[in-house]
């Protein structure tokens, strides 16, 4: 299990992904607004990692979209992420910590995991390693790039239909 976990999101940016962008050195966000992602709010759920994965995401409130990821498999809760999109400024940046099923952080107190705005198309925003794809009103996808502890990289698919 601790494999599965440092598989999951140790997130590198060096991959040969085909969905996902990674910002230039020294790049800079483009202007967006919460308005290019409010697609993605409501209640979501697929299959990953031989588990099912489900996320709920908030509408837009007070600059930000709260979200909460859950990954179950074997009966149990494998981990949890809680995190937002963020409008900072003129743009957007989505940041996460994860979460053991006890819900014991993985990150330091102080600290998030975050993905920068790239691009925004109209059915595609992506972040820095992290790509989200509207399908349907009822289907999206979501790639992240994910590293092991011995450094390469792979793109992942999340395929996800809306539950409510």
């Not at 979209?65 to 989505?94: N, P, R, W």
């Not at 399908?135 to 792979?154: H, L, Q």
Request: charged share 25%.
């Amino acid at each position: 299990m601790r494999f599965l976990f440092a598989l999951l999101f140790c997130i590198t940016l060096s991959s040969s992904a085909q969905n996902t962008m990674s910002l230039t050195e020294g790049g800079e966000s483009p202007k967006a607004t919460l308005e290019a992602v409010s697609w993605i709010a409501g209640h979501w759920k697929g299959e990953a990692f031989g588990g099912i994965a489900e996320e709920i995401w908030s509408p837009p409130l007070g600059d930000s979209m709260m979200f909460v990821f859950k990954l179950a498999s074997e009966g149990k809760v494998q981990f949890y992420e809680v995190g937002h999109i963020q409008q900072t400024g003129e743009t957007l940046i989505l940041q996460l910590k994860h979460f053991h099923g006890s819900l014991k952080g993985w990150e330091e107190k102080d600290e998030t995991v975050d993905f920068k705005l790239v691009k925004v198309e109209d059915n595609r925003v992506y972040f820095n390693g992290l790509t989200m794809e509207k399908i349907s009103a009822n289907e999206i996808n979501m790639y992240v790039v994910v590293g092991d502890e011995n450094g390469t990289s792979e793109e992942v698919k999340f395929n996800y239909k809306r539950v409510d």
